[in-house]
C-alpha cells in the first residue's frame, strides 16, 4: 500500500532555531495536512492544504509556522523560532479528497532544548 | 472539543471480537462518524467511517444505531497487533478538513 514518507524521524534543535520538517504525501492526493502530538497529550490539527493555499488552520498554527509545496512530491511544515513548547510529535498527512480518509506518515519527533 | 464519549480503556482475549463503543448523542444528519486507531505513537491509521448504514471493510465493522447516537467498532478476531488507541470521530466530510481527536479507547488485546 502507498504510504506518506517523513523525514527526519528524529530532530533535535535549539530553542529559537529555525526547523523544516519534510513529508511526501502519496502521489494522487491533492489534500495535505500537518498534526501533532505533545506527549501524552491528544492529536492536535494544525493545518490543511490544498491547491497551493492553506485550506484551515489551527490556533496552534501561529505565525511562527508556514508550510509549502515547493514541487510537486514535498510538504513542507516549517516552525521559524523554536519554543520549548513546540517539542512533540509532528504527523505529516494526505488525503485524495477531503471527505476520504487520511494517510498519516509515521512521524518526525520535534525535542527543543 | 471532541464530539464523542468513549471509554478509557477496555481489555480483550486474542481471537475474540473487540466492541468499542462510542457515544455521539449530538451529532447532526450530515456528519460522518470515523474510526482511526494509534499503535503506539506511529501515525493514527483509518479504520473505517459510516454516516447511517452499518458498514464493513477488511479491517472492521461498524454499527450505528437506527437514532445515530451512538455506534460500535467491531474487530471481529482480535490480535495482540490490534492493541491500540482507538478514536471516534464526527466530522463534516463537506465542511471542515480538520479531524478532532479525543483521547480515545485504550484496547488491550491479552494473550
Known amino acids: 500500500e502507498p504510504e506518506v514518507t517523513q523525514t527526519p524521524s528524529h530532530q533535535v534543535t535549539q530553542m529559537g532555531q529555525e526547523v523544516i520538517l519534510r513529508c511526501v504525501p502519496i502521489s494522487n492526493h491533492l489534500y495535505f495536512y500537518w498534526y501533532r502530538q505533545i506527549l501524552g497529550q491528544k492529536v492536535e490539527f494544525l493545518v490543511s492544504f490544498y491547491n497551493n493555499e492553506i485550506s484551515e488552520k489551527s490556533e496552534i498554527f501561529d505565525d511562527q509556522f508556514s508550510v509549502e509545496r515547493p514541487d510537486g512530491s514535498n510538504f513542507t511544515l516549517k516552525i521559524r523560532s523554536t519554543k520549548l513548547e513546540d517539542s512533540a510529535m509532528y504527523f505529516c498527512?494526505?488525503?485524495?479528497?477531503?471527505?476520504?480518509?487520511?494517510?498519516f506518515g509515521s512521524g518526525t519527533q520535534l525535542s527543543v532544548l | 472539543d471532541a464530539k464523542t464519549t468513549q471509554p478509557t480503556s477496555m481489555d480483550c482475549a486474542e481471537g475474540r471480537a473487540a466492541n468499542l463503543p462510542c457515544n455521539h448523542s449530538?451529532?447532526?444528519?450530515?456528519?460522518?462518524v470515523y474510526w482511526y486507531r494509534q499503535i503506539h505513537s506511529q501515525g493514527p491509521q483509518y479504520i473505517i467511517h459510516?454516516?447511517?448504514n452499518n458498514e464493513t471493510n477488511e479491517m472492521a465493522s461498524l454499527i450505528i444505531t437506527e437514532d445515530r447516537k451512538s455506534s460500535t467498532l467491531i474487530l471481529p478476531h482480535a490480535t495482540l497487533r490490534d492493541t491500540a488507541v482507538y478514536y471516534c470521530i464526527v466530522e463534516n466530510g463537506a465542511g471542515s478538513y480538520q479531524l478532532t481527536f479525543g483521547k480515545g479507547t485504550k484496547l488491550s488485546v491479552i494473550p
Open positions: 498527512a494526505s488525503s485524495v479528497r477531503r471527505d476520504e480518509k487520511l494517510f
Open positions: 459510516g454516516l447511517k
Open positions: 449530538t451529532i447532526s444528519g450530515n456528519e460522518y
